[in-house]
């Protein structure tokens, strides 16, 4: 089975030799938000204005996904629906070792090594290049190579660009060079509209808690 996209996130944001990862914080809401994004497109939650809700709770089959819709569950206490950036700040810490738990299943990370500060491994497993890789790939040819990315790899651009991780995404080049193609990317036609529009909600959640979490850290 294919990576998830917070998954993807969290393998972007790893160095090879070290396994330590830039950006934690931004990380964390964009792996949470990777989460919700592949949860609104398996038509399990919505996400509306600033609100969250769970519509189905049938498994995807994802353990990761599926132990969100558990979670969100949970967390709704009985009520209809709960602000998105509650639910995000609420999970972005426990995603990030959720995501990192399913690369080592995958054989992506070395799931036996320690991690740094209980989150980040100390290591890479060395079949990731070629994974790492072909991620790479594919978002080049959507960024710097003008392809039209399908909705997978869009949405992963549109988390990416939501919480400012242009430098992880692409290492070796300034921001300046890759945000405006990823905003274009983020907003453009590649879903459809009940998707797109929980991506635009879901982004502007990402970025607000983004910024938040960067101005309290000053």
Avoid: C, N
């Amino acid at each position: 089975m294919a990576m998830t996209l917070a998954e993807e996130v969290v393998l972007l944001s790893l160095d090879a030799r070290s396994g330590a990862a830039a950006r934690r914080q931004a990380v964390g809401w964009a792996v949470a938000g990777g989460i919700l994004l592949e949860l609104v497109m398996a038509e399990r939650v919505a996400v509306t204005g600033t609100y969250l809700e769970l519509r189905d709770p049938a498994p995807t089959g994802e353990r990761l996904l599926d132990s969100r819709i558990q979670l969100i569950g949970s967390w709704l206490r009985g009520r209809s629906k709960r602000r998105v950036t509650d639910w995000l700040t609420k999970d972005h810490a426990m995603a990030v070792g959720a995501a990192l738990d399913g690369l080592g299943e995958r054989g992506v990370v070395g799931s036996e090594v320690p991690k740094v500060a209980g989150v980040f491994p100390q290591r890479r497993h060395p079949g990731s290049d070629a994974v790492e890789r072909e991620l790479r790939e594919r978002l080049g040819a959507a960024v710097l190579g003008g392809a039209e990315p399908d909705a997978r790899t869009a949405g992963l651009i549109a988390l990416l660009h939501a919480a400012g991780l242009h430098g992880p995404a692409f290492p070796d080049r300034p921001a300046r060079e890759v945000a405006p193609r990823m905003g274009e990317i983020a907003a453009g036609q590649w879903a459809g509209e009940r998707v797109r529009a929980a991506v635009r909600d879901m982004r502007a959640a990402v970025a607000a808690v983004t910024v938040f979490t960067a101005a309290a850290a000053v």
